[in-house]
């Protein structure tokens, strides 16, 4: 059809008016470390498995689904058990397409026109952008410009002072791979709840799509005696499934009615039911994987300190490094090099995600040469802020 208008004169929201939709770009390179994805294909058994589970699945696919994804739900609660070694169970758990429709769900049901949601940037720029798509207003707090850790004492003044009725916390964060301590974390929820506009505190949004990759236990447990704190998952990354689109939160059972308030009915396919369960029941050997991920990132970071570049310590599957003087430059110069890694705009900074040994040492080469051609060397020391 051709196109009788422009998007600026449809009765589009005003909040949305000049803005660009999410997205890294999507380019047909040999190596590509740009979108936190898990390198490793799943393997043929699982395959298998999914298969044998989804024609199952496509036997009732007359019917509606599981509405309330019960039995998928028991099964991440039993990932989540024997992973964190801390008991949950179904009610406990709800499940959505991708984490990023959790976060959604959340910012439906407790943000919103009129209440506000604060985040430490650098951080996921969903996490804002979810907020403009649901009405809720976006505050930004800042991290140590050094080593991207969240400040406590600051972090806490600030949340006293804006009184967000959302807050996100990423532990370990995306882009920069910090993970957050527990006791950053408990001073800070209890400084939004101290600070809530509210008579019932805020809601804290722990999102923890990176935590397999982490040094650090899951802060899962948290959970227990804070009803306004939720953990948010994803088999997008540890799983190794990020196309089957499956994120899962954990909290009190209260939340979950909360979320269930807002979803749409028979949001979860069968198929993607079907599929999830499959993966679950290989989660040892997909677990494997993240082991192999593990090292590779710290290879990473062991290689690109010996170039002198400055790199983020990371609990994450990628990797923050600098620090350059034009980053797109260098983003370009590396994709010249046959290896696509991320700018997200963190001044001076650059993302790659793990992939294979190979991919690494593709990425490693391609670095090498990259800094060969640009003259872009780390500045010898620099003003901590
Ligand atoms: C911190 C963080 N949270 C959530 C997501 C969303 O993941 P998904 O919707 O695939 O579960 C991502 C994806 O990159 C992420 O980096």
Redesign the pocket.
Known sequence: MTRTTRIDDLPLRDELRGKSPYGAPQLDVPVRLN??ENPYPLPEELVRRIAERVSDAARGLNRYPDRDAVGLRTALAGYLTETTGHRVGPTQVWAAN????I?QQLLQAFGGPGRTALGFDPS?S?HALIARGTGTGWISGGRDAHDFTIDEPAAVDFITEQRPDVLFI?SP??PTGTAVAPETVRALYDAAQAAAKGRHGALVVV?E??AEFSHRPSLLPMIEGRPNLVI?R????AFGA?GL???YLAADPALVDAVQLVRLPYHLSAVTQATAHAALEFSQTLLGYVEELKSERDRLVRELRAMDLEVTDSDANFVQFGRFADPHAFWEKVLEHGVLIRDNGVPGRLRVSVGTRAENDTFLDAVRAALKDTHEAAPESEERP
Do not use: I, P, Q
């Open positions: 979108t936190n991708g984490s990023n429709e976060l996921y969903m990423c964060n995306n999102d799509a990176y948010s994803t088999m997008s990354k990020a689109r499956l994120g």
